[in-house]
């Protein structure tokens, strides 16, 4: 019997977020500066190989039972379709997912899917071309479509949106991203911005609030609560005209869930996060790098759980955002 990844107020952590890069070819404000960042030296991303036996360990011995893999952009990571076949081969109970910008993936969704992928969530904060530009720093709307679209004809249901909305940008676009994703069949999730942008251009005064969001979509639509548990899912889902589609707003921010966070994170370069907006890492790539057992690696592991903080205090003033911004840290 494995031994959980347990903290000291009794959270059991199930979902493990593995970032393959941080490299991205998006400068989506939020996240990036518009000239980038300085990537990580390659030799001190994990090999294909030490993400494959890292997280057969998560699974095997510290009770993890979802991977989603990200970013920067996991599309960008030559060795996905082979991580992904090599975990669904040995672990095939284990759900695998990818959050992504979905440039490129016209050209590989049905791969992907045959390797082992089970779920997709598609970062898309508005389908206006000048708005997609002015935010993203970069024209790919259109392949951004493509391959959104590409992951729901390869089968992968439900294909679910990630979008942010910022104030001055796209913070009345809300009814017009919830009327793209109904008419395509899409889930649609409003993420509230973050404190995690490289530029430090987060504000708590001027971001857009989860009740601002529901205020824009309640003009167009008629919102009531889903009756379905929400248990650790972060987002809490509205049905939409009396359903059955629904709405997701997660509010990170304004109504944090820390109380029910199920996540552990795992960066590129192979250090442990216990929280997303954590100030300290622990360096599970030297110790594997150094030759230790499966069993020392899990202690570890399990150590760094264990400190875990009872919640992020994005409202405590005291709050100091993590030195590593979105895009290296893992969405």
Known sequence: MHRELIDQYGRVARDLRVSLTDKCNLRCQYCMPAEGMAWLPKPEVLTDEEVVRLVRLAVDELGIHEVRFTGGEPLLRPGLPAILAALHESRPDVELSLTTNAIGLDKNARALVEAGLTRINVSLDTIDPETFKTLARRDRLEPTLKGLHAAAEAGLQPVKINSVLMPGINDDQAPDLLRYALAHNFELRFIEQMPLDADGIWRRDTMVTADQIL?????????????????????????????????????????????????????????????????????????????????????????????????????????????????????
């Open 215 to 331: 205020a824009s979509l309640r003009e167009e639509f008629d919102l009531s609560p889903a009756t379905e548990p929400r248990g650790s899912a972060p987002a809490e889902k509205w049905l939409v005209d009396g359903g059955p589609a629904t709405v997701g707003v997660i509010g990170t921010v304004t109504r944090p869930f820390c109380g029910d966070c199920d996540r552990t994170r795992l960066t590129a370069d192979g250090q442990i996060r216990n929280c997303l907006f954590a100030r300290g890492e622990t360096d599970l790539r030297g110790a594997l790098r150094s030759g230790a057992s499966d069993d020392e690696l899990a202690e570890i592991w399990r150590g760094a759980m264990w400190t875990k903080a009872a919640g992020a205090g994005i409202d405590d003033p005291k709050f100091l955002k993590p030195t590593r911004s979105m895009s290296a840290i893992g969405g």
